[in-house]
């Protein structure tokens, strides 16, 4: 049998400019001698947190993505900030002030005073069909300004601290718009034609110039459909799973989708994330398509949802082609992961059948509680 051994390392700027004297590690190196431990490292540190645990930030850490994110780094040891647009949370002491993103002073201000190894840029303009239709200006104005201005005032942030940083920015599947190449790869020609795809098409383009002008890390994701327990209600897979349970519960008689042929690469926001820092453990950034790597129709997920509540779906759903928002995609947005999966070892844990019955089994707990 192996022999235990062990190391003390105390934290403290007191001890390290000889304002205290260290009476703790003698006592502890008497008991672990005295228990069989060996004892091989005593060391003193100041109590700066970077030489304590690793920092990281998230800009959009309210949504599914961030809070997913949040718990990851919390539990992998970080120290780490979250910035909502109107609240901040961090998992340890610090006093923390609300930051507006289209603030390059505030933004300027939060880099220098709070440096971090890792910054996580999640914070997205979405809108759905369920919200009404607002004008193009409007839509367009919004969305640069999360996507792509707040985008800017942090790269432009980062690099006057001259921070080491690595930056993270969460693109999506829509920069590909209608394509005619499936599945779709990190040198797939891009064509958006939403303005949502294209102002993140913009965010990409912003954090690849930083990386090749400046040497920054600066990676993005693209990020295709992922969902979660976490989803709000507006999102089509949280809509399904919530209306089912109502029609459990006898509080909802019908639900009405549009095209249920429709087919999607969709996976589990958890996993997603876990990819997302991964990305920012490499030696060098790059762009990577994070994504399941299978479609799925609507159709499928109505089936199981409806399934494991002992429900016939046929009986609730109806078809209704005023439904159909847009132009339907005539090549499906189906993500290849190879370059993610060869430089990370990154997979999917939480595959379709499962996500399905974790939003169904989350929505059921949910309603049953209120």
Known sequence: MSKITAGIIIIGDEILYGRTQDTNSNFMAKELVRAGIQLNEIRVIDDNCKNIMKTAMIIGYSGQDGSYLFDLLKDKGYM?????????????VLALEAVDILSSCQMRKMVRQYPVDEIYYLAAHQHSAEMGTPDDYELFSESFDVHVNG?????????????KTSVFYAGSSHI???????????STPQKPDSIYGISKQTGMHLMRYYRETY????????????????????FLLQKIATSAVAIKHRKQSQLFLGDLSAKCDWGFAGDYVEAMWRILQLEYPSDFVIGSGSLHTVQEFVEIVFASLDLDWRKYVVERPVLFKKKQQQTPLLGDNTKLRLAT?????????????????????????E
């Open 151 to 163: 985008l800017l005032n942090l790269l432009e942030s980062v690099k006057e601290t001259g921070n």
């Open 176 to 186: 590909y718009g209608d394509v005619s190449e499936c599945p779709q790869s990190e």
């Open 80 to 92: 780490v900030i979250g910035i909502g647009r109107t609240t901040v949370e961090s998992n340890s």
């Open 215 to 234: 040497g920054m890390f600066c990676s993005s994701g693209i990020l295709f459909n992922h969902e979660s327990p976490r989803r709000s209600p507006q």
């Open 345 to 369: 070892g990154w997979k999917p844990r939480i595959h379709f059948e499962e996500l399905a019955r974790l939003m169904t089994e989350s929505a059921f707990e949910k309603k049953t509680n």
